[in-house]
């Protein structure tokens, strides 16, 4: 039976910072730059943050420009991850979060939303 493809690399990485291992070991299993791993782990961040305050997964999407796929597997990893005994790293990737005043191509939350909302 197909099940479909697995979790993308960054999906996977991002679970491997939020597990412990640090950039060395990551970039070393994956053969990712540091650059490229950083990025993922901040825009893992920022998903978590948006739907913390309360944007659906379409806003998301419109918001960070992310695939609907890279979306839901974010999402379904903070939700794994979103315990008690993970709110030590839960709170450092919130602190990595720096919310931006523009968003896409000079479009703020509220115009976001009026988009999803309009249409």
Do not use: C, W
Not at 23 to 34: A, L, P, Q, V
Not at 44 to 62: D, N, Q, T, Y
Not at 85 to 100: F, G, I, P, W
């Amino acid at each position: 039976m197909d099940i479909g493809p697995g979790i993308s690399h960054k999906t996977k990485i991002v679970e491997l910072y939020a597990t412990g291992h640090d950039f060395m070991d990551i970039k070393r299993r994956t053969r990712h730059s540091s650059e490229s791993i950083s990025r993922y782990i901040k825009d893992f961040a920022r998903v978590m943050v948006l739907k913390e305050r309360g944007h659906s997964p379409r806003e998301i999407r419109i918001i960070t420009e992310h695939s609907d796929r890279l979306v839901g597997e974010y999402l379904e990893l903070y939700e794994r991850l979103n315990t008690e005994e993970n709110k030590e790293v839960l709170d450092q990737l919130r602190s990595m979060y720096h919310e931006k005043k523009n968003f896409r191509r000079g479009q703020r939350v509220e115009e976001a939303r009026a988009d999803v909302e309009g249409g």
